[in-house]
C-alpha cells in the first residue's frame, strides 16, 4: 500500500530533491524549480573568484597590491564599511524611535529633500543628529 498520495517517478522520471517535481531523467536543471541535478565537474580546477575592490587612492592601490601578491583577503570592515556603518545607523536609530520604522523612513525622507543630492548614509546620520538635538 502506498505511503504517498503523490505519484511515485517513472521508469524514465526522477524527482527533485528540492522541490519534489518529477520530470524526465533527459534534463540536467528541475524544471519547477532550477536547481541542478549533477554536481559540478571534479577535472575542472576549483577556482575560487576574489572580490577586488575599488580602490580610492594610491594608498589604497598598494595595499590592494600587497593583499594580491601576499594572498591575504580583505578584511570585511574595509570591503563593507559603509554598510556596516548605515546597518549601525539605522539600528540605532530604530532603538531611538522605539522600533517604528515608518517614523524612521519619514526622517530619512525630511533628510533626503533637504540634501538630495547625498547618500543613505548621509541621511541617516543627520537624522540621528537632528532627533539627538530635538530630545535633548
Known amino acids: 500500500m502506498p505511503t504517498s498520495i503523490d ?4 521508469e524514465n522520471e526522477i524527482e ?8 524526465s531523467i533527459e534534463f540536467t536543471r528541475c524544471p519547477k524549480c532550477g536547481v541542478s541535478l549533477y554536481e559540478p565537474d571534479d577535472s ?11 580602490p580610492a587612492g594610491f594608498s ?3 595595499q590592494d ?3 594580491r601578491l601576499t594572498g591575504k583577503p580583505h578584511p570585511a570592515e ?7 556603518q548605515q546597518a549601525a545607523l539605522t539600528n540605532d536609530l530604530l532603538r531611538k ?8 523612513e519619514r526622517l530619512v525622507a525630511f ?8 547618500t543613505r548614509l548621509v541621511w541617516l546620520q543627520n537624522a540621528v543628529r537632528r532627533w539627538e538635538k530635538d530630545n535633548e
Open 60 to 62: 589604497a592601490r598598494m
Open 97 to 104: 524611535l522605539g522600533g517604528d520604522r515608518a517614523v524612521l
Open 78 to 84: 574595509e570591503l563593507f564599511n559603509q554598510s556596516l
Open 111 to 118: 533628510e533626503r529633500q533637504r540634501l538630495p543630492q547625498s
Open 7 to 10: 505519484p511515485l517517478p517513472g
Open 44 to 54: 575542472q580546477d576549483n577556482q575560487t573568484r576574489s572580490f577586488t575592490p575599488h
Open 65 to 67: 597590491l600587497w593583499r
Open 16 to 23: 527533485c530533491g528540492r522541490c519534489g517535481a518529477i520530470f
